[in-house]
């Protein structure tokens, strides 16, 4: 069983940015793939950033690529993603997740899910 636990959500204005962390526990994070998702109110949760464990491999959502960044360090079993730029559009829920795959870029991929963090960015 593997646990997630997401911070450094906050209030930012456009233009700025924010790091999230994810904390990971249980489980082989060194064999995990990681994934971040976000969902804005009414609508879908969308994909951001997925790394796998192979190589630390990246993909993007188109409308967050040269922007966002995802990293993660396996001695601290740790997630990150380093947001710069931020957009209005950007404001959403934030949620981490790990899958036993390689890597996954969709949803259903995904067998455990943080609690989420939130991130607003104001006009």
């Known amino acids: 069983q593997v646990e997630l636990v997401e911070s450094g959500g906050g209030l930012v204005q456009s233009g700025g940015s924010l790091r999230l962390s994810c904390a990971a526990s249980g489980g082989t994070f060194s064999k995990t793939g990681m994934g971040w998702f976000r969902q804005a109110p009414g609508k879908e949760r969308e994909f951001v950033a997925a790394?796998?464990?192979?190589?630390?491999?990246?993909v993007y959502h188109g409308s967050v690529k040269g922007r966002f960044t995802i990293s993660r360090d396996n001695a601290k079993n740790a997630l990150y993603l380093q947001m710069d730029n931020l957009k209005p559009e950007d404001t959403a829920v934030y949620y981490c997740?790990?899958?036993?795959?390689?890597?996954?870029?969709?949803?259903?991929?995904?067998?455990?899910w943080g609690q989420g963090t939130q991130v607003t960015v104001s006009s």
């Open positions: 790394i796998s464990w192979v190589r630390n491999g990246t």
């Open positions: 997740a790990a899958t036993e795959r390689p890597i996954s870029l969709v949803r259903r991929g995904y067998d455990y």
